[in-house]
């Protein structure tokens, strides 16, 4: 997760966290202090190291603006209304911040125009905790809508974990998995539109990709409609603050919902994700002892594999993880509360600022 958030002390703007690969990174006052994590703590890291370089890509300038609601669904209504007047749009639901508020945006610009919506959710089996799906169907029905469920094939996944083991970066086979369930709903259930919620500032390949497809017409691109586009995370968070349709998992300290075994999650994250148990801990160990060794024996002893979760890297990029704990110092550290406390402000301190009506 490269984007930066916003983090509050006593209703007033501190400063900006963001995590990467194992890291954080803390902007305040115009300075960047870096950290590993390691175990239940942030080590103070200098940066400079070859996993370091490998993980780190530049963030995009900070954002504290907020947005109208009611003025944005007036301007889409205006842009966009005639399109969907009529129509069935399927809309991509997680229940994490961006797909609430899009959905939220959808169903307000539905009141005004004139169209159905059906708001679908892909359960991730073994990956993803099941309470991922509950929270999900309490966001939705908060917002009036019954909610699609579906899963990723249980055989399927079961395969490429026998044979793949735990999902890595640059394999990422369960996106796959994930996709060809959503293309499944999508034929049976025939919308005319695919309502999805990526935004711009999460990374700067994200900003190229969405602002090329939204050049042209604001809110629709082809068949896809997204509202949210060009809005900073704490827009996000305020808009849904205010109507209580905050994940939990935010208020818990988490930076996003995703699937608890996701190889892009730091080890920050892990560490939290602990609270919230998968279907069945005993085949993830036992898929990922039989995955150290197949692939990792020769780099890490099994004790250091499974402690740093070096499945998510290939082999030598987890070589590199092991010796970053030697590049870190043990003064001023950051305890887990405190970051905890960081990532939690956006959702539960932030002041009122002023409201913007486009960001």
């Not at 608890?260 to 160990?285: F, H, I, K, Q």
Request: charge should be positive.
């Amino acid at each position: 997760m490269m984007e930066y958030y916003p983090y509050f002390r006593e209703g007033r703007l501190a400063g900006f966290i963001r995590t990467f690969s194992d890291y954080l990174e803390i902007l305040s006052g115009g300075n960047s202090r870096y950290y590993l994590w390691e175990g239940d703590q942030g080590l103070p890291h200098g940066g400079g190291t070859p996993f370091f370089r490998a993980f780190y890509e530049p963030p995009l300038k900070p954002e504290t603006s907020l947005v109208d609601l009611e003025e944005r669904v007036s301007q889409a209504a205006a842009a966009i209304g005639g399109k969907l007047r009529g129509r069935h749009l399927l809309v991509d639901f997680s229940g994490g911040k961006d797909s609430t508020l899009n959905l939220l945006l959808v169903s307000l610009l539905s009141e005004r125009v004139g169209f159905r919506v059906t708001p679908v959710y892909v359960h991730v089996p073994y990956l993803e905790p099941p309470s991922n799906v509950d929270h999900a169907e309490r966001i939705a029905g908060k917002l009036g809508y019954d909610l699609e469920v579906v899963e990723a094939s249980r055989g399927q996944m079961l395969f490429y974990l026998g044979r793949e083991g735990l999902p890595r970066r640059g394999s990422r086979w369960c996106t796959f998995l994930k996709m060809r369930a959503l293309r499944e709903a999508w034929k049976r259930l025939s919308p005319d539109y695919e309502a999805r919620a990526e935004r711009l500032a999460e990374s700067g390949k994200r900003m190229e990709r969405l602002s090329l497809a939204f050049s042209k017409s604001a809110y629709i691109a082809g068949k896809t409609l997204n509202l949210v586009y060009d809005l900073p995370a704490l827009a996000v968070a305020r808009a849904l603050g205010e109507r209580g349709l905050i994940h939990p998992h935010y208020t818990d300290g988490l930076p996003r919902v995703s699937c608890s075994l996701c190889p892009y999650r730091s080890l920050y994250e892990l560490t939290l994700s602990r609270a919230y148990p998968l279907e069945d801990e005993g085949l993830v160990e036992h898929v990922a002892y039989a995955q150290f060794r197949r692939l990792y024996s020769a780099v890490a002893q099994w004790e250091e594999f499974w402690k740093y979760a070096l499945w998510r890297f290939p082999p030598s990029a987890a070589r590199w993880r092991l010796g970053e704990r030697e590049a870190a110092s043990t003064d001023g550290v950051l305890a887990l509360e405190e970051v905890r406390s960081m990532f939690r402000s956006m959702w539960v301190s932030a002041p009122r600022l002023e409201v913007v009506g486009h960001v």
